[in-house]
């Protein structure tokens, strides 16, 4: 008897979204190297959290593959690309990566609805939800950005950008991140 609960379809774009957390992952594990290089530890931290939240998305996904009855495709991972060319833009960066999440979520949504297969249909409410506060999150940042001077921003605006990016309640020290708390 056939166990497996996804079709072809949901089952390939559900492995799909796991390799783009992945790639998130790598992308903000990338930036927050970058911005530690360039002394800003408070974004650094904040971009090492996101990163394993976003390995922890993956592991989500991997996890309703395999309930489902699914196959896990493991597969490589592209290169984050080029660091920023400052803070301005690696907060841009942040967020095209966010909404491009978004838009990839958007679809297994609809596939799942076009399927009529509840189960992943539900599964997927989590992460329209999460994408609403990652969204959110990544705009506050560009709104600081802009009040700061944009790509202009001056070192001791973004010193005290620095900080308060360490001291957001989103980012607490990345070491005490956990699968169940990212």
Known sequence: MNTNR???KLNDALN???TNEAHASQIYLSFGSWASEKGYDGIANFLFRHAEEERNHMM???EYILER???VKITAIAAPGPDPANVNDCFEKFLK???DNTN???KIVKLSFDEQDWATWNFMQWFVKEQIEEETLALNLMSKMKIAGGEH???DALYLIDKEVAGM???KSAEAATAANP
């Open 169 to 171: 309640d989103d980012a």
């Open 6 to 8: 996804l079709s072809k």
């Open 97 to 99: 990566a966010e909404i």
């Open 104 to 106: 990839e979520i958007y």
């Open 69 to 71: 009855g699914g196959k």
């Open 60 to 62: 989500k996904f991997i």
């Open 16 to 18: 799909a979204q796991m």
């Open 153 to 155: 921003a001056k070192d």
